[in-house]
């Protein structure tokens, strides 16, 4: 069945760096897209970034562009998130989705269980 | 940017009873509209996709409807399971995606 399982997640200082990962099984990682939500406590999602299933174009939030990279190895059904310059407010649980187009209708019909991040001093 | 409003912001209903909970959009968006179900500690869950197409596997009580800027979700007889916080989503034309605030449902 499908699967995605986020890890990298942590405790984190203000302005540091930290990669998150996603990986995948369950089906052909290198034909669908990719997203990153997140959701900080007591908060609603937010949407983070959009990979093309080719990793050729990707688009990301305002609150995150210029610090955040998102990247995709089909060799290794994997997703990632490089997070830098974090902030407070970057403290979330971050989710991997996958991106489902049926219908002419693209969803996010997958989703992992989500890894935390805190950004504290 | 559009932007993407729910209402209410939470309700209680009793088992059995209909629930049903808007999402406008700024400007027209089509049927392009999905929804989403997050249980208490959970992760998200695609419940409708178009605006109207039931997800596989979700329970026909759960139902969508509407186009261009006003979108209803419903669902028919509400159970105790169905105690989440339910999302509106939209995808715009750069595949930026945008949620909406969120209801929350529980029971009475």
């Known amino acids: 069945q499908v699967q995605l399982v986020e890890s990298g997640g942590g405790v984190v200082q203000p302005g540091r760096s930290l990669r998150l990962s996603c990986a995948t099984s369950?089906?052909?990682?290198?034909?669908?897209?990719m997203h990153w939500v997140r959701q900080a406590p007591g908060k609603g999602l937010e949407w983070v970034a959009f990979?093309?299933?080719?990793?050729?174009?990707?688009y990301y939030a305002d609150s995150v562009k210029g610090r955040f990279t998102l990247s995709k190895d089909n060799s290794k059904n994997a997703l990632y998130l490089q997070m830098n310059s974090l902030r407070a407010e970057d403290t979330a649980v971050y989710y991997c989705?996958?991106?489902?187009?049926?219908?002419?209708?693209?969803?996010?019909?997958?989703w992992g269980q989500g890894t935390m991040v805190t950004v504290s001093s | 940017d559009i932007q993407m409003t729910q209402s209410p912001s939470s309700l209680s209903a009793s088992v059995g009873d209909r629930v049903t909970i808007t999402c406008q959009a700024s400007?027209?968006?089509?049927?392009?509209l999905n929804w989403y179900q997050q249980q208490p500690g959970k992760a998200p869950k695609l419940l409708i996709y178009?605006?109207?197409n039931l997800q596989t596997g979700v329970p026909s009580r759960f139902s969508g409807g509407g186009s261009g800027t006003d979108f209803t979700f419903t669902i028919s007889s509400l159970q105790p399971e169905d105690i989440a916080t339910y999302y509106c989503?939209?995808?715009?034309?750069?595949?930026?995606?945008?949620f909406g605030p969120g209801t929350k449902v529980d029971i009475k």
């Open positions: 989705a996958r991106d489902r187009k049926v219908g002419g209708y693209d969803s996010l019909d997958m």
């Open positions: 369950g089906f052909t990682f290198s034909s669908y897209a």
């Open positions: 990979i093309w299933y080719d990793g050729s174009n990707k």
């Open positions: 400007q027209d968006i089509s049927n392009s």
């Open positions: 178009g605006a109207s």
């Open positions: 989503q939209h995808y715009d034309n750069l595949l930026r995606v945008t």
